[in-house]
């Protein structure tokens, strides 16, 4: 089973930036081949795709509303994924998880995994 630790959130006001972090870690899981991506929720609604990043970093996925301000990194050699977040709104208000993740269909794949404790990100306007 994968283990996913979500890090790097906080209270940010409007226009601010913030740097997720997740690292992956498992004694069989290959996430040098694995897709990536982040997601978030907020309190009543289901949680929605943010981005995703193919296993060797060339590809890259968006929700609509974060590109140009969002990207999505990783680094292999650390097991670990990142979300750089800039010009940020209130409505990117939610807590973010990142899992492994279908870079096409945009959506998470959790046959060897499941969602971590998320990173809470609050941004004032």
């Known amino acids: 089973q994968v283990q996913l630790v979500e890090s790097g959130g906080g209270l940010v006001q409007a226009g601010g930036s913030l740097r997720l972090s997740c690292a992956a870690s498992g004694r069989t899981f290959a996430f040098d081949s694995t897709a990536m991506g982040w997601f978030r929720q907020v309190p009543g609604k289901e949680r929605e795709f943010v981005a995703a990043i193919s296993w060797r970093g060339r590809n890259t996925n968006y929700e609509d509303s974060v590109k140009g301000r969002f990207t999505i990194s990783r680094d292999n050699a650390k097991n670990t994924v990142y979300l750089q977040m800039n010009s940020l709104k209130p409505e990117d208000t939610a807590v973010y998880y990142c899992?492994?993740?279908?870079?096409?269909?945009?959506?998470?794949?959790?046959?060897?995994?499941?969602w971590g404790r998320g990173t809470q990100v609050t941004v004032s306007s």
């Open positions: 899992a492994p993740a279908n870079l096409l269909v945009r959506v998470p794949e959790l046959t060897f995994a499941s």
